[in-house]
């Protein structure tokens, strides 16, 4: 099966939760309809109709004001059945709207090789309130099609993939008749099964339900490059995270006060003091709390974009730049030799380079800005050659999650002129690696 570009989300305007439309129902503080919008934009889904068997302004806003590109259209309206033939539209992913699902798992179904012909028709063997692994650390999805079995113990999740032309003959809304359908195609020989593995499919229909899948969310905390250094703080930011997404508060305000604080460490440093160093480097790690968090947030709220991706990433180069010049103003403060403002201007040199290489593979080979660290993750992970191997092997240190720790041990220890050679030497090492690497994005390149 092709990769699926085009999906339709079937709302049932009727079922309620409460005295609130379900597709309207706040999950972590963002409605149900929104989630589901948002993550289709994330996975790349250029055509998303919204067909409703009966109008609700509340609902119609939330989509018109999604940040995904949308149609909406009511049931009884045929236009929608015409203008979802689009010219290069043979699979169209369903959704109905009283579910919450791991937009990882819409990924891995959008991209899923089949039968062009043959629908897919999802099911989870977990049960609904099995508490996974990947609940609890990141783990890649490894959703994949069951072909011409007779599955047991599985629950059909209601979000298939379906032939364009089927779907256009669709004449109700409610989630229970599109599973009908898909029983039609299964009875039929035309589908297969899909395992969404450790994905998650939630159906939202009462108050448990919605702590459910709150809880399911949090799952987006952890990322594929998470190591020993970043799965122990992120575990201990969690109550935090669970506390923030209770506010009103976006990634990009906590991404701010982030680069404030990070700032406020260089002008620590640059003090030339021991306890104004050491006073740095705890700043300093501090602010890399505040990395963790707007990502977190991000992710968990389905608010991460293109815009978010490159704004973290300046700040974190801001961060570099700020530690770098304050370190290099205190450590002559402090001893008045000019060998470190030799090193400082080599440092500063290798951090703007750097930002600049970084932000070149961003923007000229990542399929998504806010999957650039996870491509680049895979390339160097499925190279081989000795240069790659090595840079794979020591290019951690260098990371925003990862630094402040040893910033701070060696600040402690005394070992700050150490840092900062350290710094000038890996910045100017780093986007020569950078340019290395461009290789592995050839169209030639091995995968």
């Not at 079922?15 to 929104?34: E, H, M, N, R």
């Not at 039609?184 to 297969?192: T, Y």
């Not at 000795?386 to 990371?399: H, P, T």
């Not at 000038?424 to 340019?435: D, I, K, R």
Request: charged fraction near 25%.
């Amino acid at each position: 099966m092709s990769s699926t570009n085009t999906a339709v989300i079937f709302v049932d305007s009727k079922k309620k939760y409460g005295d609130q439309s379900v597709p309207a129902v706040k999950i972590i503080g963002v409605a149900l309809i929104t989630r589901i919008l948002n993550d289709l934009r994330r996975i790349k889904i250029k055509r998303i109709f919204v067909i409703a068997n009966e109008e609700n302004q509340e609902i119609r806003r939330l989509v018109e004001n999604s940040r995904a590109e949308s149609e909406y259209f009511l049931l009884d309206n045929d236009k929608w059945r015409t203008q979802i033939l689009g010219p290069d539209t043979k699979n169209i992913l369903v959704l109905p709207s009283d579910r919450l699902s791991d937009y990882r798992f819409l990924r891995s179904l959008i991209n899923a090789d089949g039968e062009e012909e043959k629908a897919l028709i999802t099911v989870d063997f977990k049960k609904p309130d099995e508490k996974h692994l990947a609940e609890t650390e990141y783990f890649p999805n490894e959703g994949k099609i069951i072909a011409g079995i007779e599955v047991k113990n599985a629950r059909e999740t209601g979000i298939n993939i379906v032939p364009a032309r089927a779907v256009t003959k669709f004449e109700k809304c409610d989630s229970e008749y599109l599973q009908a359908q898909a029983k039609k195609f299964l009875r039929s020989g035309e589908a297969n099964y899909f395992d969404i593995a450790n994905g998650f499919v939630e159906e939202i229909n009462s108050e448990q339900s919605i702590k459910r899948a709150g809880s399911r969310l949090i799952r987006y905390v952890w990322k594929e490059i998470d190591g020993i250094h970043t799965r122990p703080t992120k575990r201990a930011l969690i109550p935090i995270i669970k506390l923030l997404l209770k506010t009103p508060i976006t990634p990009n305000m906590i991404t701010i006060v982030g680069l404030f604080v990070s700032l406020l460490a260089g002008y620590a440093y640059s003090r030339g003091r021991y306890i104004d160093f050491v006073l740095g480097a705890i700043i300093a790690f501090i602010s890399m709390l505040f990395d963790h968090l707007d990502g977190c947030i991000a992710r968990v709220k389905s608010l991460e974009s293109d815009f978010g991706a490159y704004f973290d990433t300046v700040c974190d180069y801001v961060f570099y730049i700020a530690f770098g010049v304050g370190m290099t103003v205190g450590l002559y403060r402090y001893s008045e030799n000019y060998i470190y403002i030799f090193l400082g201007i080599a440092a500063l040199f290798g951090i703007l380079v750097s930002l600049a290489t970084s932000s070149y593979q961003r923007k000229t080979y990542a399929e998504d800005a806010s999957l650039y660290a996870l491509q680049a993750h895979i390339k160097l992970e499925n190279d081989q050659s000795a240069i790659v191997r090595w840079g794979r092997k020591s290019y951690f240190v260098m990371r925003r999650g990862v630094m402040p720790f040893y910033l701070l041990i060696f600040t402690v220890l005394g070992l700050l002129p150490f840092i900062l050679f350290m710094t000038a030497f890996g910045s100017n090492l780093f986007w020569m690696y950078q340019l290395y690497t461009n290789k592995l994005y050839s169209p030639k390149a091995k995968t």
